[in-house]
T-cell receptor, first 112, second 113 residues
């Protein structure tokens, strides 16, 4: 069974204080690892897809990296508008077709 | 361009009533997904369709839940009869290809009294 665990559950940062969110996963075959951002009252918004270990992707202050067991979402010099819940998910073509298995999310708060 | 559109945004009804949630996917997307999100269980996939055909409904909690996709631009999720434990936010998402990133609607917040 595919499993995704995110840590920490919640993170409070001061504006400009860089940090990382972790997503650990267990799958028999990885089709892709997906990062989403979710604002209150909204649906998850797609950020990145990573397909293989060593891959990195960047968008503004966010950078996602992938190893064989985990992914990190690095946030550099965050701003209050980066406050949201960040979700990661994995797809496994061997067991689940187009299904994604989501983690519980990390709730990020950036204080001005 | 328009994203995934869900209606209604909020629904409050009494236990035992039928509830119908609606979704219009992004034009051209071949896959449509229905999710449920709660504090206790997070985001769970209920069912997904490919080219209007249900592919995996293993997440549908019980026979009270049913989903249809009569055409490429419309899907419904129905709960009959509804129960208080069905209270959650229900999301619809669509994607262009298998394995592709999914685009979510803003959800329907359902409260069953």
């Amino acid at each position: 069974e595919d499993q995704v665990t995110q840590s920490p559950e919640a993170l409070r940062l001061q504006e400009g204080e860089s940090s990382s969110l972790n997503c650990s996963y267990t799958v028999s075959g990885l089709r892709g690892l997906f990062w989403y951002r979710q604002d209150p009252g909204k649906g998850p918004e797609f950020l990145f897809t990573l397909y293989s270990a060593g891959e990195e992707k960047e968008k503004e202050r966010l950078k996602a990296t992938l190893t064989k067991k985990e992914s990190f979402l690095h946030i550099t010099a965050p701003k209050p508008e980066d406050s949201a819940t960040y979700l990661c998910a994995v797809g496994n073509p061997e067991t689940s077709g187009s299904r994604l298995t989501f983690g519980e999310g990390t709730q990020l708060t950036v204080n001005p | 361009d328009a994203g995934v559109i869900q209606s209604p945004r909020h629904e409050v009804t009494e236990m035992g009533q039928e509830v119908t949630l609606r979704c219009k996917p992004i034009s051209g997307h071949d896959y449509l997904f229905w999710y449920r999100q709660t504090m206790m269980r997070g985001l769970e996939l209920l069912i997904y369709f490919n080219n209007n055909v249900p592919i995996d409904d293993s997440g549908m909690p019980e026979d009270r839940f049913s989903a249809k996709m009569p055409n490429a631009s419309f899907s419904t999720l129905k709960i009959q009869p509804s129960e208080p434990r069905d209270s959650a936010v229900y999301f619809c998402a669509s994607s262009f290809i298998t394995g592709g990133d999914q685009h979510f609607g803003d959800g329907t917040r359902l409260s069953i009294l």
